[in-house]
């Protein structure tokens, strides 16, 4: 079974459903701008980033590669 995209949170993070569980991959190199709760406001061009986000990967099959760490840190 392909890895698919299957949620856009953001312009750099999506949920991609492997086998039967979820990971939550961040795009490394990828400085975007981030979407808050309307309460503390967003940055300016989030939810212009996050659109193109959702149109490239979502959803369709793709193909996860890992960094030197496999996880953040944080």
């Known amino acids: 079974m392909k890895d698919r995209a299957v949620w856009v949170v953001d312009a750099n993070t999506i949920h991609v459903q492997i086998g039967t569980h979820r ?10 701008p981030e979407i808050l709760p309307a309460v503390r406001g967003g940055q300016h061009g989030g939810e212009q980033a996050s659109a193109i986000n959702r149109r490239l990967v979502a959803p369709h099959a793709v193909r996860l590669e890992l960094d030197l760490a496999h996880r953040d840190s944080w």
Do not use: L
């Open 23 to 32: 990971e939550k991959p961040r795009d490394i190199g990828v400085n975007a």
